[in-house]
């Protein structure tokens, strides 16, 4: 039996340049396209009782003009969604799996995204920035929203042009670190791309017995990380682990190690080893998402 049968990939659109990225990422990952991807926008409508106001003769132009623009910004929606779908049919994925979804928005548009999110998604990708990027800013107001209320499926946050075809696991060891990997190994497995699974040890060169310690603590995690991700269908001669040591920041590092390397994806747990329970997410994973900007970010659960 075909285990992709079934799944399905939520892609959060908003008629954007930056969120069409996301497309972009997706039609890069050969191993989606027995995947359904559903492509995902919210249109916030203006309510029909203001078009009453056309009874006034003082407002009856303004609301014409409104009129008007709510009838362009839907065609020019239209037209933003089908060549999103383009792009996946043009990269190998099939008409019949790839559907539009042009969702009038109900409560908000992020609340709308996570309502639909929850039905049942293998994963749910958006940019990190839409409509109302500013600059320096890395997220956008809707994607953070995504960031704190996606919990229960990975969150991928698509930077700009990350290149494609190979991922860096940052690897702690905990359940969301596991989760993760189980994560790629479902998505990526028969892909081609490459897969590091890399651990970061915060310590001085002055602590060498703490690190072979941590070293030896981690080994074996690593090795059932291993395990997954061949069970997955990754090739053992596409994954490489390594453990970084002497660095005051891992966060930092995960991000400038992807960058040297060329990993244009980075996946981690939303919590880490030490994670606390009143914080939505661990300082590591929140701090990458903020800086890595030209990578996408996997965020696991």
């Known amino acids: 039996m075909n285990q992709s049968r079934g799944k399905q990939i939520l892609v959060t659109l908003d008629g954007s340049e930056p969120a069409f990225e996301t497309v972009r990422y997706l039609s890069n990952l050969p191993s989606l396209q027995e995947r359904r991807i559903v492509l995902f926008t919210v249109f916030a409508k203006v309510p029909e009782s203001y078009w009453d106001l056309k009874t006034a003769p003082a407002l009856r132009a303004r609301v014409m003009e409104i009129q008007?623009?709510?009838?362009?910004?839907?065609?020019?929606?239209d037209a933003?969604?089908?060549?999103?779908?383009?792009?996946?049919?043009?990269?190998g994925f099939s008409a019949e799996r790839v559907k539009i979804v042009i969702h009038e928005r109900q409560t908000g548009i992020a609340r709308d995204i996570i309502q639909e999110a929850r039905k049942g998604y293998e994963a749910v990708v958006a940019g990190k920035r839409g409509l109302g990027k500013v600059a320096g800013i890395v997220l956008g107001s809707v994607a953070m929203k995504l960031l704190q209320g996606i919990s229960f499926a990975p969150l991928i946050l698509v930077g700009k042009d990350p290149r494609p075809g190979k991922i860096l696991v940052g690897f702690d060891g905990s359940e969301?670190?596991?989760?993760?990997?189980?994560?790629?190994?479902?998505?990526?497995?028969?892909?081609?791309?490459?897969?590091?699974?890399?651990?970061?040890?915060?310590?001085?060169?002055?602590?060498?017995?703490?690190?072979?310690?941590a070293e030896h603590r981690i080994a074996g995690s690593i090795d059932e990380a291993m395990d997954i991700l061949l069970a997955g269908g990754i090739p053992r001669g596409l994954i490489t682990t390594q453990i970084l040591t002497g660095v005051t920041s891992r966060s930092e590092t995960i991000v400038k190690e992807a960058g040297q390397q060329g990993y244009g994806t980075i996946a981690l747990g939303r919590r880490g080893l030490s994670k606390?329970?009143?914080?939505?997410?661990?300082?590591?994973?929140?701090?990458?998402?903020?800086?890595?900007?030209g990578h996408a970010v996997w965020v696991i659960s």
Request: a positive charge; hydrophobic letters at 45%.
């Open 276 to 293: 606390v329970s009143d914080f939505f997410m661990g300082r590591v994973s929140n701090k990458v998402v903020q800086i890595a900007r």
């Open 68 to 77: 008007s623009w709510q009838t362009q910004r839907s065609l020019d929606l």
């Open 176 to 213: 969301d670190a596991m989760n993760a990997v189980k994560a790629v190994a479902s998505i990526l497995g028969k892909s081609g791309w490459k897969v590091n699974l890399t651990h970061v040890i915060r310590y001085g060169e002055e602590q060498r017995e703490a690190i072979a310690e």
């Open 80 to 91: 933003y969604m089908k060549d999103a779908r383009d792009l996946l049919l043009r990269a």
